[in-house]
């Protein structure tokens, strides 16, 4: 089981936590949960005119292993104008932009989408059952 909750943080605002939103999926094969502004492909949506998101742009996929990816889908443009880290305690990586990074398994942590232009951020933690 994959499970994630969402917090738009916007500002001086850094501990909000209100409107977070939840999704989850079972570990199995082919599993797929998605973050960014599509309300007809994501489970986890931004706000509208948070440009720096793209309309799909995390996704989440179990493999063939039962271990969940995250991936930075390329969005339109060819330079993004976010960035995308991964965060477990005390370790950080940068995503790369059409990348895709391992979740440990048995582990929680935070997925970070930071806007280039301005103080917003959109923080998607998640635990992923062992």
């Known amino acids: 089981m994959l499970e994630l909750t969402m917090a738009t943080v916007s500002g001086t605002d850094a501990a909000a936590t209100a409107g977070m939103l939840m999704a989850e999926a079972p570990s199995e094969p082919g599993a797929v949960l998605r973050v960014g502004r599509d309300k007809a492909v994501c489970r986890l949506v931004t706000p509208d005119d948070w440009l720096f998101v793209s309309?799909?742009?995390?996704?989440?996929?179990?493999?063939?292993?039962?271990?969940?990816?995250?991936s930075w889908l390329q969005g339109s443009q060819p330079d993004p104008s976010s960035e995308?880290?991964?965060?477990?305690?005390?370790?950080?990586?940068?995503?790369?932009?059409?990348?895709?990074?391992?979740?440990?398994?048995?582990?929680?942590?935070e997925i970070v989408v930071q806007d280039r232009t301005g103080p917003r951020s959109v923080n998607v933690g998640f635990y992923h059952e062992g």
Request: aromatic residues 10%.
């Open 55 to 70: 309309r799909v742009h995390l996704e989440f996929l179990c493999g063939p292993d039962s271990t969940w990816h995250v």
């Open 84 to 109: 995308v880290r991964l965060v477990v305690g005390e370790y950080a990586q940068t995503v790369s932009y059409g990348g895709s990074v391992p979740l440990p398994r048995g582990g929680a942590g």
